[in-house]
């Protein structure tokens, strides 16, 4: 399970921490994993200093696996690897990459939940694209929405860009990255247009896309809702991911605004210890309950 | 008339302080002192924000407070009073109002409002073309 942020600063960080407790007082058996590469601090927001080891030392070669890494929390059924920092980890090479890839589906719990960076890089776009299920965290703001929606205009691309090179067809190749550019080929601007013109290089290959667009349901989670008003800006992102993108958002999940967990942020301790019966803790034990129920497993 | 914040409080001294700190944040606010007057000042207009402050209110006041923060839709409900007070605003709505407990800090509640105002910029209704434009998917 991955959770996105698309822009820094929308609380993924926050929210991850406080959903994998969430889930593991479910009594379900997770591990939170920082990939946010290059800027963890993921550690940080679950009050654990002095990590024993971090995702370092599985990049470095030091252990063999990354079950080898998993610390424990303090909380029961939480397991967490910290993030790591050496000069370069944002930029991990590919073979390292398909080697975390592996391991993360071999790690022993019921889910793994994986905190990603912001923006929409490759790095960040194909660990979501391996999860079963997305979380895509955003504020209301239209910023943050734009960046969402890039986002995942990103990750659909990458995941089509990568089902056509199976086909070994240059045509639906070039017809993708003509996509990208719609003010050049506006007549490519919608998914259903672009389906179109792929059928009639190749029916096998708009069978295949249909398919892969039914698969990516990712759930939105809008963080900071105030008021109503707020929550049509999920409305808004769902309408245009469907009609442009030609997926659906599976969920609209909100949390609303609540000083708590700036309060529990600054004493070190995640929001849903500091004040379990806030606002923001029951929107967390919400989402948790949602995941849970939909029985998204490794 | 327009108004970004609307202000209900009994008690005309912590009213109006309020109200000096919110104009000196640039943020134009109707302030009110009597019950009957939040209905016909929230009728006319929905502002994004209203302060309710329970200080000096009666229990049938409060209920009738209970029920208006239940029905505004499109506005953030700021509370102010004492604790106790403000525990019977438990509502079941979606989106729950902001609490600020005694003692009375009129900063930090014009920091809040200033904050929603410049976080909520957009028309619900324009919203999704908004985003058409910044994405030139029109």
Do not use: W
């Not at chain 1, 719990?109 to 490759?122: E, H, I, K, P, T």
């Amino acid at each position: 399970m991955a959770v996105v942020g698309p822009k820094g600063g929308v609380g993924k960080t926050t929210i991850s921490a406080n959903l994998a407790i969430s889930i593991s007082r479910l009594g379900k058996k997770v591990v939170v994993v920082d990939l946010d590469l290059g800027a963890s601090n993921l550690n940080s927001y679950l009050g654990i200093r002095n990590s024993k080891y971090t995702l370092d030392d599985f990049i470095l070669n030091k252990v063999n696996s990354l079950q080898d890494i998993v610390l424990e929390t303090g909380f029961e059924n939480m397991g967490f690897i910290c993030g790591g920092n050496i000069p370069g980890i944002a930029n991990l090479h590919y073979s390292k990459k398909m080697k975390l890839i592996r391991n993360l589906s071999l790690l022993e719990c019921d889910y793994v939940l994986l905190d990603l960076g912001a923006g929409a890089s490759f790095n960040v776009v194909d660990f979501a694209i391996i999860a079963k299920e997305s979380l895509l965290v955003t504020t209301p703001e239209v910023p943050s929405i734009i960046n969402t929606y890039v986002f995942l205009k990103t990750l659909v691309f990458r995941r089509l860009e990568f089902a056509f090179k199976q086909f070994k067809n240059q045509q639906l190749l070039d017809l993708l990255a003509q996509a990208k550019d719609i003010e050049k080929n506006p007549h490519l601007k919608k998914m259903e247009n672009i389906i179109k013109a792929v059928e009639l290089i190749d029916g096998k290959a708009s069978e295949l896309i249909l398919k892969l667009l039914a698969r990516l349901k990712p759930a939105l989670v809008l963080n900071r809702i105030r008021s109503d008003r707020d929550l049509k800006s999920g409305t808004a992102i769902q309408n245009l991911t469907k009609e442009y993108i030609g997926i659906e958002c599976s969920k609209v999940l909100s949390v609303q605004e609540d000083a708590s967990v700036g309060y529990a942020m600054a004493r070190m301790k995640p929001a849903m210890l500091e004040n379990p019966g806030s606002i923001f803790a029951k929107d967390i034990t919400k989402i948790a309950k949602f995941l849970i129920q939909q029985q998204v497993y490794f | 008339m327009s108004y970004q914040v609307f202000v209900f409080s009994r008690d005309r001294i912590r009213g109006g302080i309020l109200k000096r700190i919110l104009q000196d944040n640039k943020i134009s606010l109707l302030l009110v002192q009597k019950i009957i007057d939040v209905k016909d000042g929230l009728s006319s207009h929905e502002p994004r924000v209203v302060i309710l402050d329970m200080h000096s209110c009666f229990k049938k006041e409060v209920t009738f407070l209970i029920n208006l923060v239940c029905s505004m839709k499109d506005s953030v409900v700021i509370l102010l009073g004492d604790s106790a007070t403000l525990e019977n605003f438990s509502t079941d709505t979606l989106l729950k109002p902001f609490f600020f407990p005694d003692p009375f800090d009129p900063e930090i509640i014009a920091a809040k409002s200033r904050e929603i105002l410049a976080l909520n910029i957009h028309d619900a209704g324009n919203f999704e073309n908004d985003l058409k434009q910044y994405l030139k998917l029109e």
